[in-house]
């Protein structure tokens, strides 16, 4: 099934500005005394906006999608820490597909699960390993929207990506 996309042609801000518009808190735990833990995922939102990749849960560009507008060294997320003495708190941001609520994949994690991916304008290297390492694939926005399968080694084993 193939989900209505809108274009968005002003700039595209980064992946962490785009993240950090659609966080949603899965859980907070108290790890210590010292320092409480919170956990957001970070997917996508269905709108496809300038130099964006897609990477989607399925084949065939279907499924739930994860929308990236910049490079990724590690798409298991990261972790901040915040305060000081008792008062710190721990917030890992974990990269999980989004988009259609219900959609195949929805809320799992990004990192060796993607199977397709799409770009319009944009011009991204998908890697085996994180750091941007390993073997790779390319997309180019050349290609009109079209939607790429990730070969054989990458399908569900991608770690990171790397855009220019």
């Known amino acids: 099934m193939t989900t209505p996309r809108r274009r968005n042609k ?35 939102d269905g709108i ?16 739930a999608e994860a929308d990236f507008t910049d490079d990724v060294p590690d798409y298991a997320g990261w972790v901040t820490l ?21 959609a ?3 809320g799992v994690a990004v ?9 319009d304008t944009g011009y991204y290297h998908v890697y085996y390993n994180s750091g941007y390492s390993g073997h ?4 180019m926005g050349d290609l009109h929207d079209a939607c790429v399968n990730l070969d054989s080694t990458l399908k569900n084993n991608n770690a990171s990506q790397l855009s220019g």
């Open 82 to 102: 915040t305060g000081s003495g008792t008062q710190q708190t721990e917030t890992n941001y974990v990269y999980v597909f989004g988009g259609l609520k219900g």
């Open 10 to 44: 002003r700039a595209a801000a980064t992946a962490v500005a785009l993240m950090v518009c659609g966080l949603s808190v899965l859980g907070t735990t108290s790890a210590s005394a010292d320092i409480s833990k919170t956990v957001k995922m970070v997917g996508g």
């Open 111 to 119: 990192k060796n699960n993607a199977a397709s991916m799409r770009t």
């Open 136 to 139: 790779s694939q390319i997309i």
């Open 104 to 106: 195949n994949g929805y």
């Open 48 to 63: 496809n906006t300038a130099r964006m990749l897609q990477l989607y849960y399925n084949s065939n560009c279907a499924g």
